[in-house]
Nanobody
Framework: QLQLVESGGGLVQPGGSLRLSCAAS????????IGWFRQAQGKGREGVSC????????YYDDSAKGRFTIARDNAKNTVFLQTTSLKPGDTGTYYC?????????????????????????????????WGQGAQVTVSS
């Protein structure tokens, strides 16, 4: 059974940085796309940044553009989310999600964006694998 395990969360002051890691039990290419979703207290899960495993194309939501970087290390079967210039609004539980949804198989920006923008939970759920989550708290 495929599994994803996040690490790297913690407490950081505003303006600080954290690097989140998502390690796959198999290969990252076992999924068509992998993304980082954030859930703030009392809110739903929103896609922050996603990457197509077909070709490495990335997508960032408006809150992440210019501050976060998603990258994969195929040798380590790991996807990273490097966060910088963190704000209190970035606080939440960050989940790594891998999907085998057919809509992502083609790769490219459209697939990476769709991975982040497809509502979760939803019909896509049967194709998704979720990690346990990593807490990120940005506070002074």
């Amino acid at each position: 059974q495929l599994q994803l395990v996040e690490s790297g969360g913690g407490l950081v002051q505003p303006g600080g940085s954290l690097r989140l890691s998502c390690a796959a039990s198999g290969f990252t290419s076992d999924y068509y796309a992998i993304g980082w979703f954030r859930q703030a207290q009392g809110k739903g899960r929103e896609g922050v940044s996603c990457i197509s495993t077909r070709d490495g194309t990335t997508y960032y939501d408006d809150s992440a553009k210019g501050r976060f970087t998603i990258a994969r290390d195929n040798a380590k079967n790991t996807v990273f989310l490097q966060t910088t210039s963190l704000k209190p609004g970035d606080t939440g539980t960050y989940y790594c999600v891998g999907s085998k949804g057919g809509g992502f198989v083609a790769g490219g920006f459209h697939a990476a964006r769709a991975m982040c923008n497809t509502p979760r939970p939803g019909a896509i759920g049967e194709y998704d694998t979720w990690g346990q989550g990593a807490q990120v708290t940005v506070s002074s």
